[in-house]
């Protein structure tokens, strides 16, 4: 168990719908970050927040937005969904964003859109 | 951007055999390696990872190397046991600790 808490674990929902995805980091750890994971495109970043602020942005689609709250927990918001967003959606967390930090990640939650 | 390579996709050995992944990457300003364990249904879970100060390190029977001349960096399993049986993944991340990895080798460990 890597400390880093997902919720929910599955998610079944129709194209066009929108959906929160939530998680909490390690305890002490400043830093989350989101990733996919789908079979053609591979564990990709998506975003990254550090201590509530936007610090790097990857592959993410116009139609996602995250948050990070003031205790830490993150929200990633994904609107509009297409059949292609079906993917694992992993949180990870780390103490700094020194780049050197090692990253945990959570259990993910598998997104269908159908 | 960063582009990480991981080689083989499948890896197949008999229990008490090595197993050696290795992955390249193209930024040299990356400086921290790290390898993960994704068994299934599950998130991927950190074994080990090296810096680039660091040529080589050891944990129980895993071992990873870092050649930074030639960017590319190795993850080594001794002793293979069917526990080990999972798809690991190589990633490198440099200022920002955003990680981009490769793409995935799948370890059978047959008994």
């Known amino acids: 168990d890597s400390g880093v808490t997902q919720t929910p674990k599955h998610l079944i929902t129709a194209t066009g719908q929108r959906v929160t995805l939530r998680c909490s980091p390690r305890?002490?750890?400043?830093?989350v970050y989101w990733y996919q994971q789908s079979l053609d495109q591979g564990l990709q970043f998506l975003i990254q927040?550090?201590?509530?602020?936007?610090?790097a942005k990857g592959n993410i689609l116009e139609r996602f937005s995250a948050q990070q709250f003031p205790d830490l927990h993150s929200e990633l918001n994904l609107s509009s969904l297409e059949l292609g967003d079906s993917a694992l959606y992993f949180c990870a967390s780390s103490f700094r964003t020194s780049g050197l930090d090692e990253q945990y990640f959570g259990p993910g939650t598998r997104l269908t859109v159908t | 951007g960063e582009n990480v390579e991981q080689h083989p996709s499948t890896l197949s050995v008999q229990e008490g055999d090595s197993a050696v992944i290795k992955c390249t990457y193209s930024?040299?300003?990356?400086?921290?390696f790290p390898w993960y364990k994704q068994e299934l249904g599950k998130g991927p879970q950190l074994i080990i990872d090296?810096?680039?100060?660091?040529g080589e390190k050891k944990d129980q029977r895993i071992a990873v190397t870092l050649n930074k001349t030639a960017k590319h960096f190795s993850l080594h399993i001794t002793e293979t046991q069917p526990e080990d049986s999972a798809v690991y993944f190589c990633a490198a991340s440099h200022a920002g600790n955003m990680l981009t990895f490769g793409g995935g080798t799948r370890l059978m460990v047959k008994p």
């Open positions: 927040y550090y201590n509530g602020e936007e610090r």
């Open positions: 930024d040299s300003a990356s400086n921290y």
């Open positions: 305890s002490g750890d400043l830093s």
């Open positions: 090296i810096r680039s100060n660091v």
